[in-house]
């Protein structure tokens, strides 16, 4: 589960239009995410709120053998007000989701503005992910406000910052961090940690982020050892490429291009390349590292089942990591990860699922599993077919369905919402499995997970956690 | 009498060998290992070898049926080896990354990815050279204790010998380890093995309170032999066999209670973080509890970085009252931190301990003070005392730093005598005000004293007003600076009684304040409450006039000064060579 301070992070991102999938070391995320999901551990509740448009809290409390708790605050500039901070109205694929979709790379600053729930990263089949799409690039033309044009002419609406402020109590942790965005494609953040254990007391780490859209580059300084590092990702093919004129102005013929484009080649796997490096190097230690990276996903548009592959290199210690993720379904998404070393020939590999229930989460115990009822599941792909029909002719010809899409992407944001609940579970090479089951009852969002070492059956159960989050 | 140390029955157990890689493998995986090991240490080999070690009995202490105590130098140049497996972590990203916290980690996508290697390190041709006491009783079993390093010098190959920055690292490393090893876990390992032989019975709650007891046995320093004698059979005076300490190394754990030790720095580290809890103290008062008038303290201290206005202090003994003043010859073109005279003061023996503080005055300033010293050795006031006056004369502008290490109280628990006598021999060179108390009537000191003695606290407020606008009312204040044309007003917040009460406040708390001390005390806390109460009042009116008074008095001070000391070279000199070093003490 994102603790509630992410997801207001995110939503400040949304807000100020910055497209944090961008960068280097999101390359991966979508496996990470699916494999490599935290297991709570203990008991640990969270009450949160957005007391005002500016303004978040979060209080911590939680419980491994001892009684920790944290007290955290948060300041944006921006009124975020486009989110739903409650917890019985928060959609949960913003909370819970795994399988990352792709950001529209022409218009890092408005797909969120649109859409409702900017972060409802809930993989949606790629037919109403391209519903979502028509909407939004829909209503971009219909209001015609939304191009890139408006926003480049007004700064001020970039230049935001966010504050936040956590205090860790019996340790005594302090962390803070500050966002601020200086234009459209540059935003620093400043991370700081204060502890007593630490060496010099704690450490700081500056980042700078810079997003043109088809690349992304990030340099990075911290304190401790004096760590210099960079980051850079470039995208190609598929919108990349296509819209080669400028990523920030959607050309108006753009959306037709690509539409004929697609339509042309919708048979054909239709996504996104993007390949990128990080170089680092401890001024202090003397000590460097590097790797590199490919990626290959699916753009929203692909007609077939959205997939993630990716391979990453690291030249210096021989390891190569290659991973694969895929939304199967619309309610389940899978990955696998191979990792190798050429060196020591030490090989790993892991899987990782997340299936999602739209039950309640006591159906879901009662074994009552969404394969189950097979009534809604080819339903949506047939109207999905239609509504991809309609989009198509939409684009040809522009005011007729639009009425159509709209009432699709609202019913596919009705269903979403109906999801009460995913169980995520991962399996390693050392045939140790995590389960986490979240899901919300009543106005709690509650996420429970354990681990189970197979290797020991006698205690097989590693870790138990319960984890709460109510927020208003 | 005759001893007959078998060396090869010992290996000829068939067991022993095996039990001893056990015991070695635990004690190796002990301690949390640092993130580049990513495996247990395992002890895959180990031989005693064939030569034993040259042992050499320096002197027996205590000989009876049942208990032994005994010295003994030891030197080992044999074929013993030992060899270690374990699997590190070659990627220093990888190691970096996973120590700190995950805030501010920089979050590399795999370039931290690990690569742990097998590592196996054979340690061979060790030479050893140690003395050794060893304490033994049938109750408690074996003791050893290494009174030196034993560790002369050991080879170490591994799997990356062909790498030499590796194995130099690897050889550093491992000797230091070693270090700790023998010095700390093998006297413990024979201990335990001593007790599983002997008394069986006090096996089973070893763990606790065996340790413990070992720990509290294994101090024969505590209670040293009624002669004893040194390797080359020079007899050791008790002074300097208390002066042993057990780790061989120059650290003080009997003066110090390693807790309170623990417990001081982490109070010093609780200012840099933003830690709530502030750790608690036995038998030490707080000046933050001291009272109202004290509390001053924790806000106070301004920093000493002011350079080449010449400023005075003055030390009260209980009777005497000497003024060292700083004169413009000296202090010309001061830098602010003035490291170099500082060093100068201490460049006599024992003062690295007031410099090193004196250094760090600024930094501490926040810090609550509390005291350690109530059980330190005699010489610790004495040298702090001879220090400062040093100091003082050295570069008495330093006033505010001296003051720092001044607040600081030190309990002098017997030996005043000696710089007092010291000065007061000294005396009759130079002119010094009469005993006079001039916080509480420095107007009888002004009217009645020498130019040169008088403005000892006035032109120690001074540098201050310098550095930052709130100085100003200390010189208001009637008491501090009689001559002031400022008029008095925030003079009256301070109830005239008040050094008595803060002398009487002082006596309370630590009762056992000398009383030059206590004075001294009271004097800085004085100051530094005056300011620390000394708010944003801007008078710039005043505060000319002031400056030029004061500057035209430091002048003459100054003048005055250096011609004393022209006259009396002997003086200026003479505090330097009474000091006695300090107990050292090192915050760790």
């Given at each position: 589960?994102?603790?509630?301070?992410?997801?207001?992070?995110?939503?400040?991102?949304g807000?100020?239009?910055?497209n944090?999938?961008n960068k280097?070391?999101?390359l991966?995320?979508?496996?990470r995410?699916?494999?490599?999901f935290?297991?709570?551990r203990g008991?640990?509740?969270?009450?949160?709120?957005?007391?005002?448009?500016?303004?978040?809290t979060?209080?911590?409390?939680?419980?491994?053998?001892?009684?920790?708790?944290?007290?955290?605050?948060?300041?944006?500039?921006?009124p975020?007000?486009?989110i739903a901070a409650?917890?019985?109205k928060?959609p949960?694929?913003?909370?819970?989701?795994?399988?990352?979709?792709?950001?529209?790379?022409?218009?890092?600053?408005q797909?969120y503005?649109l859409?409702?729930?900017p972060?409802?990263?809930?993989?949606?089949?790629?037919?109403?992910?391209?519903a979502l799409?028509?909407a939004?690039?829909?209503?971009?033309?219909?209001?015609?406000?939304?191009?890139?044009?408006?926003?480049?002419?007004d700064?001020?609406k970039?230049t935001?910052?966010?504050?936040?402020g956590r205090?860790y109590?019996?340790?005594?942790?302090?962390?803070?961090?500050?966002?601020?965005?200086?234009?459209?494609?540059?935003?620093?953040q400043?991370?700081?940690?204060?502890e007593?254990?630490?060496?010099?007391?704690?450490t700081?780490?500056?980042l700078?982020?810079?997003?043109?859209?088809?690349?992304?580059?990030e340099?990075?300084?911290?304190t401790d050892?004096?760590l210099?590092?960079f980051r850079?990702?470039?995208n190609?093919?598929?919108d990349a490429?296509?819209?080669?004129?400028?990523?920030?102005?959607?050309?108006?013929?753009?959306n037709?291009?690509n539409?004929?484009?697609?339509?042309?080649?919708?048979?054909?796997?239709y996504?996104?390349?993007?390949?990128?490096?990080e170089?680092?190097?401890?001024?202090?230690?003397?000590?460097?590292?590097?790797?590199?990276g490919?990626?290959?996903?699916t753009l929203?548009a692909?007609r077939g089942?959205?997939?993630?592959?990716?391979?990453?290199?690291?030249?210096?210690?021989?390891?190569?990591?290659?991973?694969y993720?895929l939304?199967?379904r619309?309610?389940c998404s899978l990955a696998?990860?191979?990792?190798f070393?050429v060196y020591s020939?030490e090989?790993?590999?892991?899987?990782?699922?997340e299936?999602w229930?739209n039950?309640?989460p006591?159906?879901?115990?009662?074994?009552?599993?969404?394969?189950n009822?097979?009534e809604?599941?080819?339903?949506?792909?047939r109207?999905?077919e239609?509504?991809?029909?309609a989009?198509m002719?939409?684009?040809?010809?522009?005011?007729?369905?639009e009425?159509?899409?709209?009432p699709?992407?609202?019913?596919d944001?009705k269903?979403?919402?109906?999801?009460?609940g995913?169980?995520?579970?991962?399996l390693?090479?050392?045939l140790?499995?995590?389960?986490?089951?979240?899901?919300?009852a009543?106005?709690?969002?509650?996420?429970?997970?354990?681990?189970?070492?197979?290797?020991k059956?006698?205690?097989?159960?590693?870790?138990?956690?319960?984890?709460?989050q109510?927020?208003? | 009498?005759?001893?007959n140390?078998?060396?090869?029955?010992?290996?000829?157990?068939?067991?022993?060998y095996?039990?001893?890689?056990?015991?070695?493998?635990?004690?190796?995986?002990?301690?949390?290992?640092?993130?580049?090991?990513?495996?247990?240490?395992?002890?895959?080999e180990f031989?005693?070898g064939?030569?034993?070690p040259?042992?050499?009995?320096?002197?027996?202490g205590?000989?009876?049926?049942?208990?032994?105590?005994?010295?003994?130098?030891?030197?080992?140049?044999?074929?013993?080896?030992l060899?270690?497996?374990?699997?590190v972590?070659?990627?220093p990203?990888?190691t970096?990354?996973?120590a700190?916290p995950?805030?501010?980690?920089?979050?590399?996508?795999?370039?931290?990815s690990s690569?742990t290697i097998?590592?196996?390190?054979t340690?061979?041709?060790?030479?050893?050279?140690?003395?050794?006491?060893?304490?033994?009783?049938k109750?408690?079993?074996l003791?050893i204790?290494?009174?030196?390093?034993?560790?002369?010098?050991?080879?170490?190959s591994?799997t990356f010998?062909s790498?030499q920055f590796?194995?130099?690292?690897?050889q550093?490393?491992?000797e230091?380890?070693?270090?700790?090893?023998i010095?700390?876990?093998?006297?413990a390992i024979?201990?335990?093995?001593s007790?599983?032989?002997w008394?069986?019975?006090?096996v089973p709650?070893?763990d606790?309170e065996?340790?413990?007891e070992?720990?509290?046995?294994?101090?024969p320093l505590a209670?040293p032999?009624l002669?004893?004698?040194?390797?080359?059979?020079?007899?050791?005076?008790?002074v300097?066999?208390?002066?042993?300490s057990l780790?061989g190394?120059?650290?003080?754990?009997?003066?110090?209670?390693?807790?309170?030790?623990e417990?001081?720095?982490?109070?010093a580290?609780?200012?840099?973080?933003?830690?709530?809890?502030?750790p608690n103290?036995?038998?030490v008062v707080?000046r933050?509890?001291?009272?109202?008038?004290?509390?001053?303290?924790?806000?106070?201290t301004?920093s000493a970085s002011?350079?080449?206005l010449?400023r005075?202090s003055?030390?009260?003994?209980?009777?005497?009252t000497?003024?060292?003043?700083?004169?413009?010859?000296q202090?010309s073109?001061h830098?602010?931190?003035?490291?170099?005279?500082?060093?100068?003061?201490s460049?006599?023996?024992?003062?690295s301990?007031g410099?090193g503080?004196?250094s760090?005055?600024?930094?501490?300033?926040k810090?609550?003070?509390?005291?350690?010293?109530?059980?330190?050795a005699?010489?610790e006031?004495?040298s702090e005392?001879?220090?400062?006056?040093?100091?003082?004369g050295?570069?008495?502008s330093?006033?505010?730093?001296?003051?720092?290490?001044?607040?600081e109280?030190v309990?002098?628990?017997?030996?005043?005598?000696?710089?007092?006598d010291?000065?007061?021999?000294?005396?009759?060179k130079?002119r010094?005000?009469?005993?006079?108390?001039a916080?509480t009537?420095?107007?009888?000191s002004?009217?009645?004293?020498?130019?040169?003695?008088?403005p000892?606290?006035?032109v120690?407020?001074?540098?201050?007003?310098?550095?930052?606008?709130?100085?100003h009312?200390?010189?208001?204040?009637?008491s501090?600076?009689?001559s002031?044309?400022?008029?008095?007003?925030?003079?009256?917040e301070?109830?005239?009684?008040?050094?008595?009460?803060?002398?009487?406040?002082?006596?309370?708390?630590a009762p056992?304040?000398?009383?030059?001390?206590?004075?001294?005390?009271?004097?800085?806390?004085?100051?530094?409450?005056?300011?620390g109460?000394?708010?944003?009042?801007?008078?710039?009116?005043?505060?000319?006039?002031?400056?030029a008074?004061?500057?035209k008095?430091?002048?003459?001070?100054?003048?005055?000064?250096?011609?004393?000391?022209?006259?009396?070279p002997?003086?200026?000199?003479?505090?330097?060579?009474?000091?006695?070093?300090?107990?050292?003490?090192?915050?760790?």
């Open positions: 589960m994102r603790e509630f301070m992410n997801y207001i992070t995110n939503a400040f991102y807000a100020t239009g910055w944090e999938d280097y070391n999101e991966n995320a979508t496996s995410e699916l494999i490599d935290p297991l709570p008991l640990r509740l969270t009450l949160s709120s957005l007391a005002t448009p500016h303004f978040a979060s209080y911590q409390l939680g419980s491994v053998g001892v009684v920790d708790g944290s007290i955290s605050y948060l300041h944006s500039s921006i975020l007000t486009h409650q917890s019985d928060i949960l694929p913003a909370l819970l989701r795994c399988y990352r979709r792709l950001h529209d790379l022409r218009s890092p600053g797909h503005m859409d409702a729930d972060l409802s990263g809930l993989p949606p089949s790629p037919q109403s992910a391209q799409l028509g939004v690039s829909d209503a971009a033309v219909a209001n015609g406000t939304l191009a890139g044009g408006k926003t480049d002419q700064p001020s970039y935001h910052s966010l504050l936040y205090l109590l019996p340790k005594s942790l302090l962390e803070g961090m500050i966002i601020k965005r200086f234009t459209q494609a540059l935003q620093v400043v991370r700081a940690v204060s007593q254990s630490l060496r010099n007391g704690g700081i780490l500056g700078v982020q810079y997003d043109k859209g088809n690349y992304g580059l340099g990075l300084y911290s050892g004096g210099l590092g850079g990702l470039y190609f093919g598929g490429s296509s819209s080669t004129c400028d990523p920030w102005t959607p050309a108006p013929g753009e037709s291009i539409g004929n484009g697609q339509a042309g080649e919708k048979e054909r796997i996504g996104r390349f993007s390949v990128g490096g170089l680092y190097y401890g001024t202090l230690n003397k000590s460097g590292g590097m790797s590199l490919a990626r290959f996903v929203p692909h089942t959205p997939l993630t592959a990716t391979l990453t290199i690291n030249p210096l210690m021989g390891n190569i990591n290659a991973t993720a939304l199967a619309e309610y696998t990860r191979v990792e070393n020939y090989s790993e590999w892991a899987v990782g699922m299936l229930s039950r309640r006591a159906g879901f115990l009662l074994g009552a599993s969404p394969s009822d097979p809604p599941e080819p339903q949506p792909p109207k999905k239609r509504s991809f029909q989009k002719e939409w684009r040809l010809d522009d005011p007729e369905p009425p159509e899409p709209a699709k992407s609202e019913s944001k269903k979403n919402d109906e999801y009460k995913v169980l995520k579970a991962r390693d090479n050392n140790r499995i995590g389960l986490l089951w979240e899901g919300r009543k106005s709690l969002i509650f996420s429970l997970g354990t681990g189970i070492d197979l290797h059956l006698g205690e097989p159960f590693r870790s138990l956690g319960l984890e709460v109510y927020s208003s | 009498m005759a001893f140390f078998n060396w090869s029955p010992l290996t000829a157990d068939a067991g022993f095996e039990r001893a890689r056990d015991l070695l493998t635990t004690a190796l995986n002990k301690s949390p290992k640092p993130p580049i090991i990513v495996d247990d240490i395992f002890v895959t031989n005693l064939s030569v034993p040259d042992l050499e009995i320096l002197e027996i205590d000989l009876a049926e049942d208990r032994f105590r005994g010295i003994f130098k030891m030197c080992y140049s044999g074929d013993a080896f060899t270690l497996a374990t699997r972590q070659a990627n990203l990888n970096y990354i996973s700190k995950s805030f501010t980690s920089p979050e590399p996508l795999t370039a931290s690569l097998p590592l196996q390190i340690l061979s041709e060790i030479k050893l050279s140690a003395f050794i006491i060893l304490v033994f009783s109750q408690k079993g003791t204790v290494f009174r030196n390093d034993p560790l002369e010098s050991l080879k170490v591994s010998d790498i590796v194995r130099d690292y690897l550093k490393t491992i230091m380890k070693l270090r700790d090893l010095m700390d876990e093998l006297p024979i201990h335990r093995l007790l599983q032989l008394c069986p019975d006090q709650k070893e606790e065996a340790k413990e070992s720990d509290a046995a294994i101090n209670t032999p002669d004893a004698v040194d390797a080359h059979g020079h007899r050791l005076d008790p300097e066999i208390s002066s042993l780790d190394g120059p650290e003080t754990q009997s003066l110090f209670s390693q807790k309170n030790l417990k001081m720095d982490a109070l580290n609780a200012h840099r973080t933003s830690s709530l809890i502030a103290i036995l038998e707080f933050a509890w001291a009272g109202q008038s004290d509390k001053a303290d924790a806000t106070a301004p002011t350079p080449n010449h005075t003055s030390f009260q003994g209980s009777a005497h000497y003024t060292f003043s700083d004169n413009s010859s202090a073109g830098a602010p931190s003035r490291p170099t005279l500082v060093s100068m003061g460049a006599t023996t024992g003062l301990l410099s503080r004196h760090k005055a600024g930094r501490k300033k810090t609550r003070v509390v005291n350690l010293r109530s059980k330190t005699a010489s006031p004495v005392v001879g220090s400062t006056s040093s100091q003082a050295d570069s008495g330093e006033a505010a730093s001296t003051r720092a290490p001044m607040s109280p309990i002098p628990t017997t030996i005043r005598e000696a710089p007092e010291d000065l007061a021999a000294s005396q009759s130079v010094f005000r009469p005993p006079t108390d916080t009537s420095p107007r009888a002004e009217s009645s004293g020498s130019r040169a003695a008088v000892s606290v006035p120690t407020a001074q540098p201050s007003r310098v550095t930052s606008p709130q100085e009312v200390y010189t208001r204040q009637p501090m600076f009689p002031s044309p400022a008029p008095q007003t925030s003079a009256q301070r109830p005239p009684s008040y050094s008595s009460r803060a002398s009487e406040k002082a006596e309370a708390t056992i304040y000398a009383d030059g001390k206590a004075q001294q005390q009271q004097f800085q806390q004085q100051q530094q409450q005056q300011w109460r000394a708010g944003p009042q801007p008078d710039m009116s005043s505060v000319i006039l002031e400056q008074w004061i500057t008095i430091a002048g003459e001070i100054a003048r005055r000064v250096y011609d004393e000391k022209n006259r009396n002997g003086f200026w000199e003479d505090s330097h060579q009474h000091d006695i070093p300090p107990p050292a003490y090192e915050p760790r």
